[in-house]
């Protein structure tokens, strides 16, 4: 019995087994479900046809025009979510350069049919392109570096990774003094300066707490004490994990209705560290994520597509999951994000199936909406006509 005591034991620690609960005797550890990482792994079905959809003039329109910005991108790049081709989509960009304004919904009618990807069921927040106190030089109370992407910054595999293990794209780091390939600096890290005096300074903010936001959205305005404004697009990031501070908030009870919480909005989270500012500043350095910035030229902040993202016509989304370029349609609890949107952008927190974060523009409403954006429903993908059944969807 001893022995038999002794063998459960180390088996126990060694974490291979677990109690089946109705006798105590060990049994095999049930293996999760695997998670589907693409579309095609996660189920491609038909959707309802276009027509029934009953797209409006006001929605169909802009989408059209942000379409035809994405055909370019369209034709020249690989769609990361195997779904189509660059010649499936020759076709319907060719039409798009000469097709009628005014007659958009008939446009996606007769070039597109709807998918549904696994089980359609979507979750959309919102982003926007904030403005923020911002100066190129450093001057004083400008004292938050926005940095460059550092060359130093680079992929590469561990040393005491094995080749086995080396598949898809390698991970993002820097090598050290001794040569050795290690993690980049995170958050933490380089608040401390960490890429001080490296020359890689292209503005100065303000309110750390904003810039927090900025680095989130990916792209933004400074606008500096003269007057004039730097527009700045996302360049990088540093490979380090992404922590929505939101979800942090909410489990520890931050977040809420109840007396002494705050809503869960991002004007609530960004009042909750205003107010605390020693525990709001630990919370936002679990976020060990960094991006870095490139000055923009052009009347739009620039999207992970290389085109501008523009206010309510442009979402983020998967690409392993969504064509970036393709349309979406989106039904859901919030009305005001229903209807049309092409997906040009992507988003640390925007991973899997029927994830989107839709596009509000500048200013101070659409701050307020997307800051307060959460909504549940449905997602269509449109595809070009003959995809589907290429795919042999059901």
């Given amino acids: 019995m001893r022995g038999l005591a002794t063998l459960l034991a180390f088996s126990l620690l060694a974490g291979c087994v677990r109690l089946i609960p109705e006798t105590g005797i060990p049994g095999p550890v049930p293996v999760p479900p695997p998670v589907a990482n693409s579309a095609l792994l996660a189920g491609v079905a038909h959707g309802p046809s276009v027509a029934l959809l009953k797209l409006s003039e006001a929605d169909a329109g802009p989408a059209l025009t942000s379409f035809v910005e994405s055909c370019p991108k369209l034709l020249a790049r690989d769609d990361a979510s195997g779904l189509t081709s660059r010649d499936d989509w020759r076709q319907p960009c060719l039409a798009a350069t000469t097709w009628r304004y005014g007659d958009a919904p008939a446009f996606f009618e007769r070039y597109f049919e709807t998918a549904k990807i696994g089980d359609g069921a979507a979750f959309a927040t919102g982003y926007y392109e904030p403005e923020i106190a911002g100066a190129k030089t450093h001057e004083t109370g400008f004292d938050v570096p926005v940095y460059a992407l550092p060359p130093d910054l ?107 919480q705050y809503p869960g909005s991002m004007q609530g989270i960004m009042a909750y560290l205003r107010d605390h500012p020693v525990e709001g500043h630990e919370l936002m350095l679990l976020n060990k994520s960094w991006v870095f910035f490139r000055e923009l030229d052009g009347d739009g902040p620039l999207g992970a597509l290389g085109v501008p993202v523009r206010r309510e016509s442009s979402v983020a989304a998967d690409p392993a999951f969504v064509p970036l370029g393709a349309p979406v349609w989106l039904e859901l609890d919030r009305p005001q994000a229903n209807g049309m949107w092409i997906a040009q952008d992507t988003g640390g927190a925007i991973k899997g199936a029927n994830r989107f974060d839709t596009f509000w523009g500048a200013g101070e409403d659409a701050r307020q909406v997307a800051g307060g954006m959460s909504g549940r429903g449905q997602a269509l993908i449109f595809l070009p006509r003959g995809v589907l059944y290429r795919l042999g969807a059901k």
């Fill in 154 to 260: 680079v992929r590469a595999w561990p040393d005491d990774m094995p080749e086995a293990e080396r598949t898809g794209r390698p991970p993002l780091g820097r090598y050290d003094d001794s040569g050795k390939f290690i993690p980049y600096y995170d958050r933490a890290e380089i608040e401390n300066g960490a890429l001080a005096g490296k020359g890689l300074e292209i503005a100065w903010v303000k309110d750390p707490i904003e810039f927090f936001f900025l680095q989130i959205q990916g792209s933004g305005r400074l606008r500096a004490p003269d007057g004039s404004v730097m527009r700045i697009g996302y360049a990088g990031q540093n490979g380090r994990e992404y922590v929505g501070i939101g979800s942090v908030m909410r489990e520890r009870g931050l977040l809420g209705d109840g007396p002494g």
